[in-house]
C-alpha cells in the first residue's frame, strides 16, 4: 500500500504541473493527463477505503476537517499573494482540498458501510452512474466528486485487503490482459479527445453535453474501466520497503503542500511551454514533480501537519473526554492522500 500510495502521489503532483503548464488544451500534455486521471483518483480513494474504519469517528473526522479549514486559508493567502485569479467559497474547497471533505463524508459512512458491507457495495455501485442526472449536484460541498467515487472507498473499506491479496497473487497472463485493456482506454480516450470532467466527476450530464441515458452508460463504463485499471496496477506495485513507500507514507505532506509550489509556479509554465517548446516543458514537469516529492515529503512536513492536526483535534474534543473511554483519543491520524 504504502508503494502504491507513493506512486500515486508523484502522479497527483504531475498531473497539476501539467495542467498548470497547458492542460488539456495540448496534445504534449494531455497524453499523460488522460492516463493518469483514468485511474489515480479511484486507485487513491480505493486505498483510503481500505485504512478507514467505523470507530473514533469524531477524531477521524476532526482531523480532515482542520486540515481542510487551514490550507483553504494558506492557500486564500497564496492566491491574493502572487495576484492569481482564482476564487474561493464557504460551499466549495478550493481546488485540491475537494479529497479532504470528500474524506469527512465517507467517513460518516463508515457505520452503514461496516453493518451492511454487501448492500454498500451495491448501492455504491449504482449512485454514481445517476448522480449525473442531477444538475443540483455539482462542485458544492464536493457532493458529486463525493458520489462518484464512493464504489471505489466502500469496495476498499469492505473488500480492499483481499482484493490486495489477490492482485499480489495475479497470474503473469492477466497482468498482461490487464496492461493491454489500460494502454487501449488510454489510446481510445486520448483519441477522442475525453471531456476532462469526465474523469474530475464533478460536472451533470447537463454541463457535459450529454442527454442522462448517455451519460449514464459513459460514467458506468468509465468506472469499470478504472475498476480494472486500478487493479492491474496494483498487480504491478513492487512489494518494497524503499523510497516508494517512504513517500507513500509521508503522502499526506506531499498533497497538502505541493500546491503551494504549482500556484507559484502557474505564471511561468505556459511561457516555457512557448519560448522551449513542447518536450521541455514536459521535462520541466517532472523536475517539478520530483522536487516536490522529494521536498515535501521530508519528515518534518509530515510531523508537523500531523501533530498540528492532532493536537488541535484533541484541544476541541477535550471537554467530551470524560464522556469517552481514553483509547478514544489515542487514534494516530489516518495515513491519507
Same mark, same amino acid.
Given at each position: 500500500?504504502?508503494?502504491a500510495?507513493?506512486i ?9 504541473f501539467?495542467e498548470?503548464t497547458a492542460g488539456?488544451?495540448a496534445?504534449s500534455?494531455r497524453l499523460?493527463l488522460t492516463?493518469i486521471?483514468l ?20 477524531r ?6 482542520v ?14 499573494l ?10 466549495i474547497?478550493f481546488w485540491?482540498l475537494?479529497f ?8 460518516l459512512?463508515m ?9 454498500s457495495?451495491?448501492a455504491s ?5 445517476f448522480?449525473?442526472t442531477?444538475?443540483?449536484?455539482g462542485y458544492d460541498l464536493?457532493?458529486s466528486?463525493?458520489?462518484?467515487f464512493l464504489?471505489f472507498?466502500v469496495?476498499?473499506a469492505t473488500?480492499?485487503?483481499?482484493i490486495? @491479496? !489477490?492482485?499480489?497473487?495475479?497470474p $503473469?497472463?492477466a ?6 485493456? /489500460? %494502454? &487501449?482506454a488510454?489510446?481510445?480516450?486520448f ?9 474530475y466527476g464533478?460536472?451533470?450530464?447537463d454541463?457535459l453535453?450529454?442527454e ?5 452508460l459513459?460514467r458506468a463504463?468509465?468506472?469499470i474501466l ?7 496496477f496494483?498487480?504491478?506495485v513492487p512489494?518494497?520497503?524503499?523510497a516508494?513507500?517512504t513517500?507513500g507514507?509521508r503522502s ?7 500546491g503551494?509550489?504549482v500556484?507559484a509556479?502557474?505564471?511561468l509554465?505556459?511561457v516555457?511551454?512557448?519560448k ?5 516543458a514536459?521535462?520541466?514537469c ?8 522529494i521536498?515535501f515529503a521530508?519528515?518534518?512536513f509530515?510531523r ?6 492532532? @493536537? !488541535?483535534?484533541d484541544?476541541v474534543? $477535550?471537554p467530551?473526554?470524560s464522556?469517552?473511554?481514553?483509547? /478514544? %483519543? &489515542? ?7
Open positions: 500500500m504504502d508503494a500510495k507513493g500515486l502521489i508523484i502522479l497527483v503532483v504531475l498531473g497539476h501539467l498548470a488539456w488544451e496534445r500534455t499523460p492516463a486521471y485511474f489515480h483518483m479511484p486507485a487513491f480513494v480505493f486505498l483510503a477505503g481500505i485504512t478507514s474504519k467505523p470507530t473514533q469517528l469524531p477521524r473526522i476532526g482531523t480532515f476537517v486540515m481542510l479549514v487551514l490550507f483553504q486559508s494558506l492557500y486564500f493567502m497564496e492566491v491574493h502572487i495576484g492569481l485569479n482564482k476564487t474561493f467559497s464557504l460551499l474547497p485540491i475537494w479532504l471533505l470528500a474524506m469527512c463524508w465517507w467517513q459512512l457505520p452503514l458501510i461496516h453493518k451492511f458491507p454487501k448492500t457495495v451495491v455501485l449504482i449512485i454514481p452512474s448522480t449525473g442531477f444538475e443540483s449536484i464536493t457532493l466528486r463525493t458520489l462518484v464504489p472507498f469496495i476498499g473488500y480492499g485487503q483481499s490486495l @491479496r !489477490t492482485a499480489y497473487r495475479l $503473469k497472463t497482468k498482461i490482459v490487464g496492461i493491454a485493456v /489500460a %494502454f &487501449g488510454w489510446a481510445y480516450l483519441a477522442r479527445e475525453i471531456r476532462p470532467g469526465w474523469l464533478s460536472f451533470s450530464f454541463r453535453k450529454v442522462d441515458g448517455t451519460g449514464v459513459i463504463g468509465l468506472m478504472a475498476m480494472v485499471i486500478v487493479f492491474t496494483l498487480s504491478l512489494n518494497t520497503r524503499g516508494l513507500a513517500l507514507r499526506l505532506a506531499v498533497f497538502a503542500l505541493h503551494f509550489l500556484l509556479v502557474t505564471p509554465m505556459p516555457i511551454l512557448h522551449s517548446g513542447n518536450l521541455v514536459v521535462g520541466v517532472l523536475l517539478m514533480t520530483a522536487l516536490a516529492a521536498v521530508a519528515p518534518a509530515d508537523s501537519i500531523r501533530l498540528m492536526s492532532q @493536537r !488541535t483535534v484541544l474534543l $477535550k467530551f473526554a464522556q469517552s473511554t481514553p483509547s /478514544a %483519543f &489515542g487514534l494516530k491520524m489516518p495515513r491519507t492522500k
